[in-house]
């Protein structure tokens, strides 16, 4: 089953509006990062945030981190049509050998 | 200057064929990925490879063998292809695990 999964599945808002993509996981991380894939694209990071660190923000971006919850949220606020894309999370945990394992995303469409 | 490169980009072959997608990263990183997008959009980790070892994902048919010439590469070598293995699959590279991965721009895969 997948680490990470992401609710909703798929999203669909006004430009201006905010966005909020959620992500829970099952087992401890040592950090939980989002990342974003345009249509036909790779997968670009966006932010990392750390066990021990419950909020950061990157321009628009802020996310936060629950670990008592296993779950995160990432906010994407005053949403351009230019932010539609999927968007994952992606814990690193000891119990994969540390490697990053992937959510089944969330289609973001921001209307013009 | 692309950090991460995989060629081809599309691969459109017979069932039963042998196949290769290459992977090469300029960015020094010690670990390099390999992972499966499947038509629903999940990302599935098949290999972490560095100068160290190799982890795979015990998953993965053992018709997939990544093959590394040295640090900055890892090549996916795929035999007897089967109509399950068509997919999107990304080339990814980290400083070391559990940090932020770069990926490639994808190699859609149709077995037909």
């Known amino acids: 089953s997948q680490q990470g999964e992401e609710d909703p599945q798929a999203l669909s808002i006004q430009e201006g509006e905010n966005a909020t993509m959620n992500c829970s996981y099952k087992?401890?991380?040592?950090?939980l990062q989002w990342y974003r894939q345009n249509s036909g694209r790779g997968l670009v990071h966006l932010i990392l945030?750390?066990?021990?660190?419950r909020e950061k923000h990157s321009g628009r971006l802020r996310v936060t981190l629950d670990t008592s919850k296993k779950s995160s949220s990432l906010l994407i606020t005053a949403s351009r049509a230019a932010d539609t894309a999927s968007y994952f999370c992606?814990?690193?945990?000891?119990?994969?050998?540390?490697?990053?394992?992937f959510g089944g995303g969330t289609r973001l469409m921001v209307k013009p | 200057d692309t950090a991460v490169s995989q060629t081809p980009k599309y691969l459109v072959t017979q069932m039963g064929n042998d196949k290769s997608i290459k992977c090469e990263q300029n960015?020094?990183?010690?670990?390099m990925y390999w992972y499966k997008q499947d038509s629903k959009k999940f990302l599935k980790i098949m290999f972490s490879?560095?100068?160290?070892?190799?982890?795979i994902n015990e998953t993965v048919p053992n018709r997939f063998s990544p093959k590394s010439p040295d640090k900055a590469h890892l090549n996916l070598h795929i035999n007897s292809l089967e109509l399950g293995d068509s997919a999107v699959y990304f080339c990814?590279?980290?400083?070391?695990?559990?940090?932020?991965?770069?990926f490639g721009q994808g190699t859609r895969l149709t077995v037909v």
């Open positions: 990814a590279s980290s400083q070391d695990h559990a940090r932020t991965a770069f």
């Open positions: 087992t401890s991380i040592n950090n």
């Open positions: 945030i750390r066990s021990n660190e």
């Open positions: 992606a814990t690193a945990s000891n119990n994969a050998g540390n490697m990053l394992t």
């Open positions: 960015l020094g990183h010690d670990t």
């Open positions: 490879y560095n100068n160290k070892e190799l982890i």
